[in-house]
């Protein structure tokens, strides 16, 4: 017969045991409703565009083109509806184009030309949380992608600066040859040194003694996917003074197609004129008229090709501080 002390021993162990997995189950079971509703505020915060299910109106396009410009650039707006935007006879479900322009704190007198402007045109998206300032850049670029990404569905971005000139149809063309999911596409630079001086100083910049590969900024071109990621996560991303910088280090841990084309003469200033580019920078609007002039008249963008800068293809076989060499013998555009 077993003692009394041996039953209160066995009952004890049985206890024991019941506790440890008792407690086993309910520290497993909290684990797994943390991890999932740490899950369900992910899924919410990939949601900028409201509740799950809520899907507002989407205009569908292939290329979204916005036109970054100063609030008072009227002239020089509607010096790019007469031209180079006039280059395709696509309709809007192939190309559309908007100016973004953030209106907060904005004069009466610009608010009221704007709301003219919009009247004529409607092709002004009029950002109310934005305020327009030169070193806000990477916050506008950025607002931006939010404004294009929550109000249409696009294959691809083109961002722009309003001294640039686009030959739409040629980018529209060689976006459908390219077709990549993940496409950043420009003229890439990965060897500038971050200013660490006057205007333009960069004083967050610590990744690297260099700036990560970016594509320059007087035109690239964004696939939908791109957008996507960077307006669902922008209140992660860390704003750097120059805005061209901020997108490739925003995309630089990501597995993207880089693609290099020296037919973007879009650096701090223009190469020249080659028939070859597809997107040429630093255009006055006077230039803006005669290189739509001849191409219409002539069939040329350039009447006389000259080049003030020589060129390169990006190497990548090299480390990104050699990435860039130009070459004045070669005829890269
Ligand atoms: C627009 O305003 C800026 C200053 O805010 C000025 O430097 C620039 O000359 C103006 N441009 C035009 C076209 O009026
Ligand atoms: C390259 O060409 C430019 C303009 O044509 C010229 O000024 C420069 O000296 C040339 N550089 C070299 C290394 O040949």
């Avoid at 209160?8 to 045991?17: E, G, I, K, P, S």
């Avoid at 704007?114 to 916050?139: C, F, G, M, P, W």
């Avoid at 670029?141 to 971005?157: C, G, H, N, P, R």
């Avoid at 970016?214 to 996507?228: A, C, D, H, K, P």
């Amino acid at each position: 017969m077993p003692s009394t002390s041996q039953i209160l021993r066995t009952y004890l162990c049985v206890a024991a045991v019941l506790c440890a997995v008792c407690t086993f189950i309910v520290v497993y079971k909290c684990s797994c409703e943390d991890f999932e509703s740490d899950l369900r505020s992910r899924r919410e915060f990939a949601q900028p565009n409201g509740p799950p299910g809520f899907t507002p109106p989407q205009p569908t396009t292939f290329l979204f083109i916005a036109i970054m410009s100063a609030p008072n650039e009227t002239t020089t707006r509607q010096v790019i509806r007469d031209t180079w935007l006039k280059l395709t006879a696509k309709g809007k479900d192939v190309v559309r184009h908007v100016f973004p322009i953030g209106v907060k704190d904005l004069s009466d007198e610009l608010l009221h030309s704007l709301a003219d402007e919009q009247e004529k045109h409607s092709d002004l998206a009029l950002i109310e949380n934005l305020q327009e300032s030169y070193d806000q850049l990477a916050r506008k670029t950025l607002q931006v992608m939010e404004y294009a990404y929550q109000s249409y569905k696009f294959s691809y971005l083109l961002k722009v600066d309003s001294d640039s000139f686009v030959r739409v149809g040629a980018v529209v063309k060689s976006l459908k040859d390219i077709s990549h999911p993940r496409l950043y596409w420009g003229f890439l630079d990965g060897r500038a040194k971050p200013i660490r001086k006057g205007k333009w100083k960069e004083v967050d910049w610590m990744l690297c003694d260099r700036y990560l590969p970016y594509q320059l900024g007087g035109g690239y071109v964004l696939s939908y996917e791109l957008v996507r990621f960077l307006s669902t996560n922008a209140r992660l991303l860390k704003l750097y003074k120059n805005e061209d910088v901020s997108v490739g280090a925003w995309l630089a841990g990501l597995d993207i197609k880089y693609l290099h084309d020296p037919r973007f003469d879009t650096e701090w200033m223009s190469r020249g004129c080659n028939n070859q580019y597809i997107i040429t920078h630093k255009q006055s609007n006077d230039q803006l008229r005669e290189l739509y002039q001849n191409l219409v008249e002539k069939k040329v963008l350039c009447t006389k090709e000259f080049r003030v800068r020589p060129s390169y293809v990006y190497d990548w076989s090299e480390i990104p501080s050699n990435c860039c060499k130009r070459d004045n013998s070669s005829t890269i555009p």
